[in-house]
């Protein structure tokens, strides 16, 4: 697909660019460089090719939640720098 001068004025236009005159040249061949790799892109063998989703087959592996008791608190309130009624105590986060 060739792009001509007029459309890519008429892409210019609906995209709000500034566009000089000088610059017309440069343009056409930069996006005739993108529609061919958009072709080339587009016709690629993909018959043969498996669908996949992604090239990791990995999956989020989540485990149960289960309730454990804790049964030396003291040992572990023994890391808090202050504690109130057998919790750490932290200063205030939020105002």
């Not at 697909?1 to 008429?10: D, N, R, T």
């Not at 005739?32 to 072709?39: H, S, Y």
Request: proline share 2%; charged share 25%.
């Amino acid at each position: 697909m060739k792009v001509s001068k007029e459309e890519l004025l008429h892409i210019v236009n609906l995209a709000h660019l500034e566009l000089k005159e000088n610059e017309i040249e440069q343009y056409l061949l930069h996006l005739q460089d993108i529609l061919n790799f958009a072709n080339i892109v587009n016709n690629a063998p993909v018959d043969e090719l498996d669908i996949t989703v992604g090239a990791n087959e990995a999956k989020n592996v989540f485990r149960k939640d289960e309730i454990n008791i804790f049964e030396d608190n003291e040992a572990l309130l023994k890391n808090a720098v202050s504690q109130e009624l057998n919790m750490f105590k932290i200063p205030k986060v939020i105002s």
